[in-house]
């Protein structure tokens, strides 16, 4: 079902498909990416890239440029001045906000917001030699023995630190936090058994919860994942409105024209309803959503404001 309901959002999208390739400019677009080569922004720009090349007509050049919480990145976008060239942000962008002293430019008002492309939730997992079965056991083990309890998270500022952060809060617990350099050592270290507890991408957990090398506790999103439908949200175990994931947008400059940024956002809304995009991007416990620059730029001004609070409540410092 899923797959036929992806062929028949493809068909559908088919004539804004053809606008935007009359839209957009005989130029390329250039799409640079916060991140290092591997990972689901990596994953997903990587599968949009021939799809939109076709839709648009032009070639589509992914480019890496990792470190600085994403600044550097969106400052290349900012720079370019040319309106072909945009970027991939996440929550990092959102979270900077609050997190970077004297950020260099407005990550709401500074861009232009061109699409919402999909989002996926965090899981909070333990090592399956802990007793804990759900978030009520966990919470009570911490408040028996405080500041006993650590976990991992991929870094400081991150929406898997800030998931971690505001479940603490909400419980009212103290669960000091282990700062790791990316995903793939806070996950090696949890399923060795080296801190007892993290929280990760879904994309990145999924795997071991199945292979039983970690025991998934909640997700983090506002449903269950088809990833792990098994596995309840942090709202169902007495938490309502819990909400903290990892999210995709595309965004460029401010001065960007309002005609490229529409025609852009239409091919990027067909490339990734294709059969084969959603279908590999599903798997990994990814949503799509394609909405439009005006939705996109309502949610980043939400997100702003959500994950600065838990950023200031808990008071979070940038590394």
Do not use: K
Not at 6 to 13: D, E, Q, Y
Not at 46 to 54: G, I, K, N
Not at 184 to 204: F, K, N, Y
């Amino acid at each position: 079902m899923p797959a036929r309901r992806a062929l028949l959002l493809s068909a559908a999208l088919l004539p804004a498909a053809a606008r935007a390739q009359a839209a957009w400019p005989a130029r390329g677009l250039r799409i640079i990416l916060p991140t290092p080569p591997g990972g689901a922004f990596d994953t997903t720009a990587r599968l949009l890239q021939e799809p939109l090349a076709r839709l648009l007509g032009q070639p589509v050049v992914v480019e890496n440029r990792a470190g600085g919480a994403g600044v550097p990145a969106m400052q290349a976008v900012l720079q370019s001045g040319d309106g072909h060239t945009v970027g991939l942000v996440g929550s990092s962008h959102a979270a900077n906000a609050a997190l970077v002293p004297n950020l260099p430019f407005d990550p709401v008002e500074g861009i232009r917001p061109v699409a919402l492309l999909a989002r996926w939730p965090n899981v909070i997992a333990c090592h399956p030699s802990q007793p804990w079965r759900n978030l009520a056991e966990l919470a009570a083990a911490a408040r028996a023995r405080p500041g006993s309890i650590s976990w991992a998270s991929a870094g400081i500022g991150l929406s898997q630190h800030l998931a971690g952060e505001l479940f603490r809060i909400r419980a009212g617990i103290e669960l000091p936090h282990v700062p790791y350099r990316g995903a793939g050592p806070a996950l090696s270290d949890a399923m060795a058994g080296h801190v007892p507890l993290v929280v990760s991408a879904i994309a990145s957990a999924a795997p071991p919860v199945r292979a039983g090398r970690l025991r998934a506790l909640a997700v983090t999103g506002p449903v269950r994942s088809a990833a792990l439908p098994e596995v309840p949200t942090v709202a169902e175990q007495g938490f309502p409105g819990f909400d903290v994931g990892e999210w995709i947008g595309i965004a460029g400059p401010r001065d960007m024209p309002a005609a490229h940024a529409e025609a852009l956002g239409r091919a990027l809304a067909a490339a990734i309803a294709e059969p084969d995009v959603q279908r590999r991007l599903v798997e990994s416990g990814i949503e799509t959503l394609a909405q439009d620059g005006a939705a996109f730029g309502a949610f980043l001004r939400a997100q702003v404001e959500v994950l600065g609070g838990i950023i200031r409540t808990a008071g979070i410092r940038a590394e």
